[in-house]
Each structure stands twice: as C-alpha cells, then as structure tokens.
C-alpha cells in the first residue's frame, strides 16, 4: 500500500472528489455518445429528471435516505478498521424487525409510538444480523468480508421463507405480509408540508430523511466525540496501540459492527415503515452494496456520506428518466454510471493526487 | 583495525573513490540536503555520523540511485556519473546494506544471494557461478555462511554477512552499510568489524552510516559529520573524540554521561516469581524469571533483542497473559495466570509504560497528538465530559505538556507521524509520566531518538528515579544500561542469566552474558537464543 500523496484539505475533500465524479461523467458521455446519443442532453434529462420538479426531488431524497443509512453503517465499521459488506442483508433483517413490532401493534398505537419501538427493532435485528459476523471475526477469526456476504445470502433465504411460509397474508399469491394500518404508517413529505400550508406533490420521502439526517450527526459526534468512537478509531489504526491504552479490540469489534447493522437496519424505518407499508422480498434493491460505494467516496465522514448519498439518488432517480426520454438508453444506463463513479471514486481515487499535487505545488509555491 | 592498513589511502594522485561536490536536495519545503560536500578515498572505511533527519540517509539515497539531487555532482574514481536508479549504482561497484536487511526468509542463502542476478532462464548454471563465488568470498574475507542453510534460520549477524555477500557477488568495489550494529551482540558487532577490515585490505571502499560514536572511532580512517542537512566537519578519526563529534553533530556542548546521584532505595514496588510467558507457538519467551525493582532505583534489563525482554515487559504491563509464575505490585495485587490483569488495571496501579515500539503501540501514528495524549486514558474523568470526550481538555494539557518537554513544533494538533523520533518518544514520555507513577516500564527509550533528545530522556528517567519511582528499563544499548542504571539483569534465552550492580558492570562481561557464553560453561550456548531477535 503505498501512501497517498499529502494534499490540503480542501482539495483532498473538495477538488478530488470532483475531479473524479467529472472524470466518471466524462467516461459515460463517450459511452452515451457511442450509442448515438447527444450526453450534454442526457445530462440535462437526468438532471431534470432528478431536480426539475418536486416529486422527482421527493423521490431523489427518498432514495438518498437510504444511502445515508447504508453508508453510515458502512462507515462506522470502518472507522474499526472492518469492511462491512452485509449491509444488504442488515438492513433487509432490520426491515424484518420493523415490520415484526408493527405487525404486533399496528392497531394498538400510533406511528410516533410505534416508531421509537420500530427503531429498536431495527436496531436489534440489524445490530444482531452484524454482530454474529463481528463476534466470528473477534473470536473466531473469521474473515468478516467473507461472513458479511454470507449473511447477505442467509438474510434473503430466510426472509423468502418467513414471507412465503408464514407471514404472508392468507388467500393471496405473492409473498407479502398484509398491509400496516394506516395509523402506523410514517408522515410523507407531502403530508407535513400540507400541515404548515405548502402544496408539494405526492412522493415516497418521508421523515425517515430527517431521522437520516440526524444520525449522520449523530454518528459524527460517536465518532470523533466520545471515548468509544475513539476506542473504535484507536483499534481501526493500530490495534497493538489499543491493546496498549487497554482498549479491547475484540470487544470493540464485535460492538462497532452491531452499531454498524443497526444503522444498515435503518433502512427498514425508510422503506418498510414509510413507503411500503408492509413486508415484502427484495425491498432494499441493492441500497446496502450501494452504502459501500457512498462511504467510500465520502471518505467515510458522515457529511461526506450525505453528499454521496444525494449524488447516489440523484443518479436513481435521473436515471429512470433516461430511460423514458431516450431510445437509445437503457435503464442499465444508470448502472453504467455508477459504475463509473466507483470505479474512479473508490478504486482509482488518487489517480489525480499526483496530477493536483503538481499543479498545487506550481501554483502555491512551498509556504513557509 | 589500525594504521597498518592506511597505505592505501595515501596515494597522492588517486582520486576519491567516491567525490559528492555540491549535492543539494529538498522534499517540498524541507531542504534534506544542503550543499553537500564529501571525498572518500579508496580503501578506506569513512564514517558518517549525524544525528536523525540530518540528511544521512537522503545522501545514500541519492549515491544508491533512490533519489535525484535536485543539484550538484557525483564523482565514482573521478569521473563524473549520473545515477539513475540502483541497477546503475550497483554497475558502478556501489553496494548497499541496509539497516532492515532485504532477505527472503523462506528461501536459501544461495537462493537470496542470486536474487536479481539469476544469470538466465534456467537457474543451473548460475547457481553453480554464485556457490563458487560464495566459497571464494567466504575464503578471502572470511565470511562464512551456509550457502544451503535458509535465510530465516540464521542469527541476525549472519543474515547480515549475506546481504554483504549480495553486494559483493555483484562486484561491489564501494559498500555502503547503513547503520550495521543495531541489531548486533558487541561480540558480533566486532566479528562484523573484522570483515570490514578485510574488504578494505583488499582494496573495498566502505562508507559506515551510524549514531555510535564508539564505533567510529574504532572502525573508520576518517569521519564526516552531518547536521541539519549540511555537512559540517570532516575530521580524520585518530585526530577527533567522542565528545568532539557528539558536539559537531548536535551543535552544542552534550553530556555523553549521565551524572546521578546515589539512589535512595526504597520499599520493594515490582517482585516477579518465575514469571513464564509463553507464545501463541507454545514457545516459552520468559522462563521463571524472579527479580524485584524498589523504589527509587532504575534497574537495567541487558540483553540482545529477541531474548524475552520484550514479553516480559508486555507481561508487566498487562499486555501478554503469564504461562506460569507471578509477580505483585507494591505488596497488593499478585497478578498470575489464574488472576490476571489488563493494561487498564496496570495503569489504575500506578504503572506507565513506555513501549518499546512507538510506532505500533505507543502512538496512533495518524491521530493528532492531543489524541495521542490521552491513549491509554481514554476513560479519566479529566478528559471526559460526561457521554462525551472534553477535547478542550486534552488540548490544553497536551499543550502544556509539550511545552514541559520541549517537543517541536509544540502543536496539539500535528498527526503524531509528523513529528521527529525524539519528539515522538518526548510524547509518548509526557503521557506517561504525568501520572507520576510509581512503577515505570521502559523500554528502548532511545531507540531512533537523536543525541540532544537522548540526554533530555536520560535526565527525565533519573528524575523520576530520584522522585522515588521504581524504574524498570530494557534497552538493547548497552551503553544505555550501563549509564542509566544502578543494578543490572542479563537476559538470554528468556532468562535472567546475570544480575550485578551497575558499578561493578563492564560490557565484556555483560556481552559473554548476553551471549549467553559465561566463562564456566562456554560450550552450552543455546542454539535458540542465537537464531531469536
């Protein structure tokens, strides 16, 4: 592993990034191109498509409330030094506990009674379904790369299972449990701006961005704010040095990726909570592999990680739209782009390193 | 290993070996090298000596073909040559050992020393080239080494002869040794000299990189002295001292001694009982070793590294469980296997550690030092402020601490990897000893530390002393031991295999302990305490 280049901050955080989602950009023009297709006006539909009015922004920021959630957990476990690849299967197990506390007591309590209990069961089915792998790694040894996917795998099994075979609702044919009652279902954006008189079109954002919100400030202040982020970080750089200040690393590993599913398991809230009202297969649609690439291109930074997030649900959303508008281009056309964007953003991220470094150091002769 | 081979040097008309006129060299806004002037003559072994980020290395880098000068001229036997890269350094005769040795455990001494050299697709008949090469190098200058034995099998100082016989075989006339006796017994450290005598009989130029005054003046025909990146003085060795460079290279006056007062021994505060620590190979590092440290006295722990000191301490300190034995702390807390304790434990006893390895465990090299100050204290309610960590507080003290222990730049929030290596150590120092503990743990204060720093550290360890602290330090300087302490322990082989008071300790003695040859039973050295370290 050879050391990157040491860069100011502002550039490290700013410059780079940029540079490498225009570099990512620049690549799926040709491709656009090649297909016959005019980029600069693709851009423009999917820009539109992810901004242009306020239902495609509902929908951009319903799907970055995923990524946040996702990327956090992806984050945190980094910060131990781990690579937490089961957040698909985290949060999937997370949107079972959802839908398990609401299903109980859906008729019996309304959403923001519900949704403090819906957060804890979150919490512990994601937390669980990612500390069994941080306890195999601790104690066992066990690669967590290699058990994170195996539960992602475990994960989808079993919830084929539990919706085909006994939560599904009686007398009907697809495995899906039956539908929360309304009470329990989480605010829509559009709900709460018709509290304070504002029009805005239907969408599936709903307070789930708030929460998303909050615990990315949350998890900073975790982070770098209190002794265990601090413990957390100590064991991600320099275990002997943990062992040293008296930290236990086996410990810490095994909390840091509980804390990590339990993040994943957000996701549930959003989507099971909030947008489909009931349980059903395949509801987190790749958001946990997607979470990796997120933290990794907001340098696994909660704030970061929220603009990665809204890069991530704009290329969602104003992807679909490209879709629509060109004949040429497919939805995989989204794909594609993302593709793009994590390979320069994660696996080629300091290409430019050298290249800014140069120009810095013409630019800004050596200070002091 | 004296003038009777300086004839050679003579030669009025000969040019330098190796001539460097003017090499400067900057990294950023660093200036690595400044103006750098050097002559060595041929058949000579030239010292170099300076403290560390005087640009030493920077300059054998430069001369191995690692970096470029930004300005000036390299001359190889008067001629003027660029040096591209190490292949056309190694062309030009310019051989180099570095302080980590560049060895394939796993593989041969044979094998290693055709690396890069294979001479041909099929290995055949290069390898019958290298076994005769081997046996004549090994004939000439007495450098012994099974050519069939693996690399990974050897003692250091063996390990040391072949990466010598990598330059040679290469046709090295120029050999460059990069702090050589680190990791060296003074009894291999002398074996090593030997061989060094007997390439510059044959015409070898060797320049000698090391911080070991001692070894300068017994080795080298001529010195040059480096400091912050400019070359300060050049001094033929039978006319210099050890006190003369100590001040070249520090630009100071420095104390080499360490001036104490007589101990006041106290209560006993450490007493270990055949403390047995045991590997995760099921190899026993310490074996039933029993000593006690008092208050108010630094004893010493001599040994070769590799020995069981390190384990030893770790186990002191709460790091490594023990296999077997015990020891308790002020009379209190008997810590065994069956009742062990943690590092968390340890420093609510009033121990501090100061590890042996910085780097790996007594700093986060990528946290700021603020956050690095309070490693290991994480939990103190002064750094905490309820759920959260008091930053401020952190800050602050760190601040002051680094203005009590002069680190520079005295900046809170600089990585600790910025700082120098005596800085770093100063860091690691501060933190400890703000607890004012009464068992300190020391190990290799000094390692990579520059002269200026070690004096403050030495000053620091005798203070504590004389405040009533029991001292425990390990160091694989010898000089260090000697100087720092008031009793001395020999390990070999994860035993405590000599005990003596400092005043009656003389390094011959100490170094046939640490060899583990003592004058009665010669033959019995063990096998396994050589190949350790």
């Known amino acids: 592993m050879s050391q990157p280049i040491k860069l100011p901050k502002w550039v490290d955080v700013g410059v780079i990034p940029a540079l490498n989602i225009l570099a990512a950009l620049a690549v799926s023009a040709l491709v656009i191109l090649s297909l016959g297709e005019n980029p600069i006006e693709a851009l423009d539909v999917m820009l539109y498509g992810a901004f242009g009015y306020d239902e495609a922004i509902g929908y951009t920021l319903y799907y970055t409330t995923n990524f946040i959630f996702t990327g956090l957990a992806v984050a945190v476990a980094f910060h131990a030094g781990l690579f937490n690849i089961g957040g698909e299967g985290q949060a999937y197990i997370g949107g079972l506990g959802v839908g398990l506390v609401i299903l109980a007591l859906d008729g019996l309590l309304p959403w923001y009674a519900l949704l403090p209990l819906a957060m804890l069961g979150a919490a512990v089915f994601g937390g669980i379904w990612a500390a069994v792998p941080g306890w195999l790694q601790a104690y066992r040894g066990s690669h967590i790369v290699i058990t994170t996917i195996m539960f992602n795998f475990i994960a989808s099994a079993l919830m084929v299972y539990l919706l085909v075979n006994v939560m599904i609702k009686p007398g009907q044919m697809s495995p899906e449990s039956r539908e929360f009652a309304e009470s329990a279902w989480l605010p829509m954006a559009h709900q709460m701006f018709a509290v304070i008189g504002i029009d805005v079109s239907r969408s599936p954002l709903n307070l789930s961005f708030v929460l998303a919100l909050i615990a990315s400030v949350l998890v900073a202040i975790f982070i770098w704010r209190t002794r265990w982020g601090y413990a957390i970080r100590t064991v991600g750089r320099n275990e002997t040095a943990a062992i040293y200040a008296g930290i236990d690393p086996k410990k810490t590993i095994f909390w840091t990726m509980a804390l990590s599913g339990m993040l994943a398991g957000m996701v549930g809230i959003n989507e099971i909570m909030g947008v489909q009202h009931k349980l059903l297969l395949n509801f987190t649609a790749g958001y946990g592999f997607t979470g990796i690439a997120v933290a990794l291109m907001g340098r696994n930074h909660p704030i970061g990680i929220v603009l990665a997030s809204l890069l991530f649900g704009t290329l969602y959303q104003g992807g679909a739209e490209l879709d629509f508008e060109f004949e040429q281009i497919t939805r995989d056309m989204v794909i594609v782009i993302q593709g793009f964007i994590i390979l320069f953003s994660g696996a080629l991220a300091y290409m430019f390193n050298p290249l800014v470094a140069r120009l810095i150091g013409r630019l800004m002769p050596a200070r002091g | 290993m004296t003038s009777d081979h300086q004839q050679s040097m003579a030669g009025g008309g000969e040019p330098p070996a190796i001539e460097l006129k003017g090499i400067s060299k900057s990294f950023g806004p660093v200036q690595a090298n400044r103006n750098v002037t050097l002559r060595v003559m041929p058949g000579t072994i030239h010292g170099i000596v300076g403290e560390n980020g005087a640009g030493k290395s920077t300059l054998m880098s430069i001369l191995y073909g690692f970096y470029h000068a930004d300005a000036g001229e390299i ?206 190979q099921d190899v026993d590092r310490v074996k039933a070793v029993s000593f006690t440290v008092h208050a108010g006295e630094i004893v010493g722990i001599a040994g070769v590294a590799g020995n069981g000191q390190s384990e030893l301490l770790q186990a002191l300190a709460g790091i490594q469980r023990l296999s077997g034995g015990s020891f308790s702390i002020n009379g209190t807390r008997t810590v065994s296997a069956a009742t062990p304790y943690n590092p968390h434990e340890a420093r609510g006893l009033g121990i501090a550690h100061v590890p042996e390895d910085r780097h790996h465990m007594g700093l986060v090299t990528a946290f700021p030092a603020h956050e690095n100050h309070i490693l290991g204290h994480q939990d103190w309610d002064q750094y905490n402020n309820g759920l959260l960590l008091d930053r401020e507080a952190a800050i602050a003290d760190c601040a002051a601490e680094m203005e009590r222990y002069d680190v520079r730049p005295p900046n809170p929030h600089l990585p600790a990897a910025s700082f120098s290596g005596g800085n770093q150590q100063k860091l690691v120092l501060a933190r400890e000893l703000e607890t004012e503990p009464k068992l300190l743990l020391v190990g290799q204060p000094t390692r990579g530390v520059d002269i200026g720093a070690i004096e403050f550290i030495h000053n620091t360890l005798v203070a504590m002393r004389d405040q009533g602290a029991a001292v425990l330090l390990v160091s694989v300087e010898l000089e260090e031991i000697m100087s720092l302490s008031d009793r001395i322990l020999v390990m070999s082989d994860g035993r405590i295999v000599g005990e003596m008071m400092a005043a009656d300790a003389d390094p011959q003695r100490i170094g046939l302990m640490m060899a583990n040859i003592s004058e009665d039973d010669a033959p019995q050295g063990s096998p396994e305490g050589d190949k350790a370290a």
Do not use: W
């Open chain 2, 75 to 280: 001359l190889v036997d008067g001629t003027p040559v660029t040096i591209a890269s190490s292949r056309a350094a190694i062309d030009l005769g310019i051989g180099m050992v570095h302080q980590h040795f560049m060895l394939v455990d796993t593989m041969s001494v044979l094998d290693n020393v055709m690396l890069g050299s294979e001479g041909g697709a099929l290995l055949d008949k290069g390898e019958r080239a290298a076994r005769a090469e081997l046996a004549r190098l090994s004939r000439d200058y007495g450098l012994t080494v099974e050519p069939d034995a693996l690399v990974g099998d050897l003692s250091v100082g063996q390990q040391q002869r072949v990466e010598i016989l990598k330059a040679l075989i290469r046709g090295c006339r120029i050999l460059v040794l990069d702090e050589p006796t680190g990791v060296l017994t003074p009894q291999e450290a002398d074996r090593l000299f030997e061989i060094l005598d007997a390439l510059r009989e044959r015409g070898v130029t060797i320049i000698l990189i090391t911080h070991k005054l001692r070894e300068i003046l017994a080795a080298t025909d001529s010195v040059s002295v480096m400091r912050l990146g400019e070359m300060v003085a050049h001094r033929k060795t039978p006319k210099t001292s050890a006190e003369e460079l100590a001040e070249l290279m520090v630009g100071r006056k420095v104390l080499l001694r360490v001036d104490k007062p007589e101990p006041k021994i106290g209560e006993t505060i450490l007493q270990a009982d055949n403390v047995t620590v045991t590997d995760a």
